[in-house]
């Protein structure tokens, strides 16, 4: 009997051993706050001025495709709270928390971020059209393709924000910090940049890096790159793989996943099985997967992609040597920093990828569409084969803003 308990008992506990233990939240967000807020925003705002001396609590809440027009959300704590696609248009959100709060194509017309911290936060493709976030703290929000014409930014903390393709025609930056900013292709006609912060690692919307050169041109300053860890969100549980606090992350080795994959068929490969399967089922998807979770490590050593549909996707930072990608489609796919040595990349589409910072060392461009691409900082070797099937040089590295190392 005994021994038979003990057969049923083991699967379990070996369950339990092997699932990374994630911290429950300290904390949900208050219920009474969450109905008030459903209920409209004339009652809510009626609700919230009876909250003398107390912060509303959402954090974590699902609002996502809410009118929140005119809303008091001033000091609230809405960290982690869905607000995709939420109308937010002139509403109140001064020192408000949104860190890592989900805020994709969100309506922030004119709405009102004094002070707020959005960390982490992502407003893709969000309209924060006349939007005043002075003083706001942004490290590395993503506000990839957002509108944020006429915003105000003014002595923000936008270190390693995402401003990619973002309009911000007319914004006022002075005094703002951007260092290791990425703001390629980005709409910057008549925004006032006086006394920006810049660092070597800020991508600028030509996508050359800034320079003591450009600072002195643009009345910006030139320091060294000083990045600011993202703070975890209080009382909210690192998400699967972030790779935080020990080897928890699908990418880390020792992992759950990497033990369970180890389980399985016993076949050797350089590459992690469950990242690359994640990626095979969709970029957006994993791109979404990736904005959330910006200290997994991405390791598809070896994968092969050849022919397959990757346009957009989000592999900066990939460790991606001996990949092929041949015939791959990688429209406007970020790249940055990547390690694509070895790759083959023959006939593969990159028009308007990012390959900035990437090590191209010994990769096999032959044919591969090179239009629009961003090549700074790119590093290439005597073995690396351009679109031309020429080899690369020196001389080409030097006019394309590359690295040439000597093997």
């Excluded at 393709?145 to 002075?174: H, I, W």
Aim: glycine content about 10%; aromatic content about 6%; charged content about 25%.
């Amino acid at each position: 009997m005994q021994n038979s308990i003990q057969r049923h008992i083991r699967p379990v506990l070996l369950f339990f051993a092997l699932v990374p233990v994630s911290s429950a939240p300290a904390s949900a967000f208050d219920a009474a706050d969450f109905k008030a807020l459903k209920t409209g925003v004339t009652s809510w705002n009626s609700y919230r001025a009876g909250l003398p001396g107390r912060f509303a609590d959402l954090s974590g809440a699902q609002l996502k495709g809410m009118n929140l027009r005119g809303a008091d959300l001033s000091n609230a704590d809405l960290s982690g709270a869905d607000l995709g696609s939420t109308d937010l248009s002139k509403a109140r959100l001064d020192h408000a928390r949104l860190d890592s709060a989900r805020l994709s194509s969100a309506l922030l017309v004119r709405a009102s971020l004094n002070g707020a911290t959005l960390r982490n936060a992502d407003l893709e493709e969000a309209v924060l059209e006349g939007a005043s976030l002075k003083g706001a703290l942004m490290q590395t929000a993503v506000l990839k393709k957002a509108d944020c014409t006429g915003a105000d930014f003014s002595g923000a903390d936008l270190q390693e924000t995402n401003f990619r393709e973002a309009r911000l025609a007319g914004a006022q930056l002075a005094g703002a910090d951007l260092r290791a900013a990425y703001l390629w292709r980005a709409d910057m006609s008549r925004s006032d940049m006086t006394g920006i912060r810049v660092s070597p690692s800020t991508v600028l919307a030509s996508g050359s890096y800034a320079s003591q050169a450009w600072a002195s041109e643009h009345r910006a300053q030139f320091l060294d790159d000083a990045p600011k860890p993202v703070p975890a969100v209080a009382g909210q549980a690192l998400p699967t793989g972030s790779g935080k606090g020990g080897n928890s992350g699908p990418g880390k080795t020792g992992s759950s996943g990497n033990l369970w994959r180890m389980s399985g068929s016993g076949a050797t490969v350089a590459y992690d099985q469950v990242l690359y399967k994640k990626l095979k089922s969709g970029v957006f998807a994993w791109n979404d997967m990736r904005k959330h979770d910006r200290a997994m490590e991405v390791n598809l050593r070896e994968a092969k992609f050849d022919q397959k549909n990757l346009s957009y996707v989000d592999l900066a930072h990939a460790k991606l040597q001996g990949a092929s990608f041949r015939k791959a489609d990688l429209f406007d796919a970020d790249l940055r920093d990547a390690d694509l040595s070895g790759c083959d990349l023959r006939e593969a589409n990159l028009e308007k990828a990012d390959l900035g910072g990437a090590d191209l060392s010994g990769v096999n461009l032959w044919r591969a569409n090179m239009s629009r691409v961003r090549l700074d900082g790119v590093k290439v070797s005597g073995s690396t084969i351009l679109d031309t099937g020429k080899k690369a040089t020196p001389e080409w590295a030097g006019r394309h803003a590359a690295v040439f190392i000597h093997e």
